[in-house]
């Protein structure tokens, strides 16, 4: 029978393709840059030890078992997890729909096929550019997908006026993904003032909100300044929208290969609450049936637990802040070697990557002739810098610059 006859090989997937070809390099000075995944000073996948701690209670604790989870996962979670982003004087539990998906990935699916059940002709506008799966997921819902101008190449700074003509211009009712912080790819977010610009275009034109929040405590090493933009979005557009909201766990616990996150939509009317949880499971049990509960009840007793979580908040500090030491570093050697150019976005910019600027033909040279990794669009995961690596990075961008 000829059923898969037809198929014809699609490209790998850029990043881990960059991991294989990483991961296969006998060169000893090799450094990955590429996928977005915190290392500790010595190049190692860090357990967080807020993780270690939770751990140990789950296996000390006579009461787990491995039963399935309700559909909508970890409800407890559920909850804590949609306090974390809206503060617990924004969320109202009547008026939130929570459901734990398979981490940020599995909440933008979701979302993106629970739009598709709401109005297959919407709208979705993403930021050019954006995390490249953000275009994978929601084109494989069969949404129409526009994109908003974000980054301007020449000045590398934010283009808010074109964001704001786009807003202007789109049909009523669209959907924008924004990235709740630490951009993906750019690093760069807008300024307080500029979101209040952006939300109010947005209230104006009753655009909907789509926050895709992977990196909550990861850009400034603290959950609520890292939920501006939600909070404010709320109470910009939850009277009149309601608010979707795509949340990872994958990087502020370091539970990447756990998949723990959540999606919330926020202030639904009460007339429509009860339906869109049917929606909702009707969808994910026919897609995944319930998600994982080792890593839920993991990320969920730090999220209850006092003294785990402060554990997790200095956890959130010692890799927010590790990462702006790099940035600092890496900039300050590449000022000290004279490289061409202006090196200041590196320490601007915020999160778990560095829009360096660099280009196709630099990035390749960097890998060829350096073995330094990054993706080819110039973006540089600054959580595989550590003290052993940076100067030799700056030297090996020097050379290419050059
Ligand atoms: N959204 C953005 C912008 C990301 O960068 C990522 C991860 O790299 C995700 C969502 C989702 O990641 P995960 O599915 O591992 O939670």
Not at 17 to 44: E, F, H, S, T
Not at 78 to 83: L, M, V
Not at 96 to 103: A, D
Request: aromatic share 8%.
């Amino acid at each position: 029978d000829s059923l898969f006859e037809k198929f014809e090989a699609l490209p790998p997937d850029a990043l881990f393709a960059i991991k294989a070809r990483c991961d296969a390099d006998a060169r000893p000075q090799k450094v990955d840059l590429g996928i977005g995944a915190y290392r500790d000073n010595n190049g190692k996948p860090w357990v967080l030890p807020s993780v270690k701690m939770s751990e140990l209670q789950y296996s000390q604790d006579p009461s787990h078992n491995h039963e399935y989870q309700p559909i909508a996962g970890n409800a407890v979670l559920g909850e804590d997890a949609a306090k974390i982003l809206l503060g617990v004087d924004l969320y109202e539990k009547d008026k939130t729909v929570s459901t734990q998906t398979l981490s940020g990935t599995g909440a933008l699916h979701v979302a993106a096929q629970l739009i598709y059940k709401g109005d297959p002709t919407r709208e979705v506008y993403l930021s050019n550019p954006t995390w490249a799966n953000h275009r994978n997921i929601f084109e494989s819902s069969h949404l129409q997908l526009k994109t908003y101008p974000y980054w301007k190449e020449d000045t590398k700074t934010l283009d808010i006026d074109g964001w704001l003509k786009t807003i202007e211009a789109a049909k009523k009712g669209s959907v924008f993904v924004l990235h709740a912080c630490a951009h993906n790819p750019t690093g760069m977010d807008p300024t307080p003032e500029e979101w209040e610009q952006v939300l109010d275009a947005m209230a104006k034109y009753h655009h909907i909100a789509l926050f895709d929040s992977a990196y909550q405590g990861f850009a400034s090493g603290d959950l609520d300044r890292d939920a501006k933009a939600i909070r404010l979005g709320h109470a910009k557009l939850s009277k009149q929208s309601p608010i979707i909201i795509c949340q990872s766990f994958s990087k502020n616990l370091g539970l990447y290969g756990e998949r723990i996150g959540c999606l919330h939509i926020v202030n639904p009317t009460s007339a429509s609450k009860a339906n869109i949880i049917s929606q909702l499971s009707t969808l994910t049990r026919s897609e995944y049936s319930n998600p994982p509960a080792y890593g839920a009840d993991i990320a969920s007793r730090i999220l209850s637990q006092h003294e785990l979580r402060d554990q997790w908040y200095i956890d959130m500090k010692t890799m927010s802040s590790r990462i702006y030491k790099m940035r600092v570093e890496l900039r300050n050697h590449l000022v000290a070697l004279k490289t061409p150019g202006n090196w200041d976005h590196i320490e601007k910019q915020c999160g778990m990557f560095s829009f360096t600027g660099l280009t196709p033909e630099m990035v390749e040279r960097l890998e060829t002739k350096h073995a330094v990794y990054m993706a080819k669009n110039g973006r540089a995961s600054v959580a595989g810098l550590n003290t052993s690596n940076v100067e030799y990075v700056a030297k090996s961008i020097d050379e290419v610059v050059h």
